[in-house]
């Protein structure tokens, strides 16, 4: 097979969605003919630094960015979205050209994984895929309260977003055209289905690690813990990843031996160091700002279990790395962490407001700090649940399963036109 990607977000040795597109299309390209990908030139420099030290043949990419004057658009999260909706404009004609060249086989927009955001590379005239998606997630209201109004602010914009994407003509010719939306929750599967997606095929989480990753992460042993204990959490400091519902979580569970590590920069530092103090825990909080990927990753095999408070994430990479270094997690039962964690592997905590939660959390915390074997059980099973669905070859063997699905669906449907000509001319004669 010859596939065309379209990753916005792509780059080398990054988690997120610039990870997710990088790793998807490596191993996709160890599987199929030939791979070629379109993506953001300020992608370009550790895209070619990476495949100097490791080529990938078969994978060739394209770099592609707006005019110079609208690039001032690739700055802040707002202005970022109308650089990645223009961006695709231009990105379709690339892969025009590209198809009449090439003769691809299927187009799979990768990256940016936003439902309610358009690809019009769905405008060639081959078999389309969408996803993975997400972005149907929402924050429950109850929630709300504990927002800065800057918080409030963004929440009412995310849903003045999702509404005006869910009316633009563009999405909804992106979800017509699509051969198969692949989702990563069932809040994300409502929302494609409502834009008149005919299939739609779900799946564990739209993240995965590498064969390097899981050798790296196998070395950590959850047992070797003395006191002080330590619970980390990781991610951007955004109100929505309620690390201020993991602060007073932490708080109520009263370790003797407990610390709580943070990791990541963000607009909440501020409030969140001013809640640790008010909360009488700032001598066991470090906050540890940003730290280079591999850094973080050895902090987090360094701790016990991770705490991921998010009330809208789709996808969460950390939450597998977490379970592929045998950490435990405990998490909100939302999103995209309510697919990927089971009671085998951490804790999903029902919290229909923030004081549930907050309770839920610190039963937790207080368990896995008192049950060492616990921890070593759950870690196990989080290792196992990772080396069986969430390794990128093996989530590459699945996409290349679907490709040819859709390819042989596609392929009987033609056989059958014909069939149907040649009857329908029978019949006339």
């Known amino acids: 097979m010859k596939i065309l990607v379209s990753a916005y977000a792509c780059r080398p040795k990054m988690g997120s969605e610039p990870g997710v597109g990088w790793n998807m299309v490596q191993e996709l390209a160890h599987k199929c003919e030939a ?109 709300w309260r504990d927002f800065h109004w800057s918080g409030k602010v963004y929440e009412s914009l995310r849903e003045v977003s999702r509404w005006i ?120 909080v470090k906050f540890l700002g940003s730290r280079p990927r591999e850094e973080a990753l050895r902090i987090l095999g360094e701790s016990c279990a991770l705490i991921h408070p998010s009330l809208h994430d789709f996808s969460p990479t950390v939450c597998i790395e977490a379970m592929a270094a045998s950490r435990p997690v405990i998490c909100l039962n939302l999103g995209g962490p309510a697919f990927q964690i089971t009671e085998q592997t951490g804790f999903k905590i029902i919290g229909n407001n923030p004081e549930d939660a907050v309770n839920g959390m610190a039963e937790a915390i207080v368990r896995l700090a008192k049950d060492p074997e616990l921890r070593a059980k759950m870690g196990q099973a989080g290792q196992k649940r990772v080396s069986e669905l969430y390794n990128w070859e093996i989530k590459a063997n699945s996409l290349v399963a679907l490709y040819e699905d859709i390819l042989n669906c596609q392929q009987s449907l033609l056989s059958q036109s014909v069939i149907q000509t040649k009857e329908n001319n029978a019949q006339v004669i």
């Open 165 to 284: 994407g869910e009316r633009d003509p563009f999405v909804k010719m992106t979800a017509k055209r699509s051969a198969v939306a692949i989702v990563c929750t069932s809040e994300t599967a409502d929302c494609v289905s409502a834009l008149g997606t005919k299939r739609i095929e779900k799946i564990l989480g739209q993240t995965g690690v590498n064969q390097q990753d899981i050798a790296q992460f196998e070395q950590y042993n959850v047992s070797q813990f003395q006191a002080p204990i330590r619970f980390i959490s990781m991610g951007r400091l955004l109100h929505w990843k309620g690390f201020h519902l993991g602060l007073r979580a932490f708080a109520a569970a009263n370790l003797e031996n407990g610390e709580y590590w943070i990791i990541g920069e963000g607009p909440e530092r501020q409030r969140l160091e001013a809640l640790a103090n008010k909360l009488g825990i700032a001598e066991k």
């Open 35 to 143: 791979v070629w990908v379109i993506t953001r030139q300020d992608n370009q420099p550790s895209i070619e630094a990476e495949l100097s030290r490791i080529p990938v043949p078969g994978l060739k990419f394209v770099y592609h960015d707006l005019p110079a004057w609208a690039r001032w658009w690739n700055r802040g999260q707002t202005a970022l979205y109308f650089h990645y909706y223009f961006w695709q404009i231009g990105a379709y004609f690339q892969a025009r050209k590209l198809h009449q060249q090439i003769n691809f086989n299927l187009v799979h927009h990768v990256t940016y994984g936003r439902y309610c955001f358009p690809s019009f590379l769905s405008l060639l005239p081959i078999p389309f895929v969408w996803g993975p998606l997400g972005g149907g997630e929402v924050a429950p209201k109850s929630f």
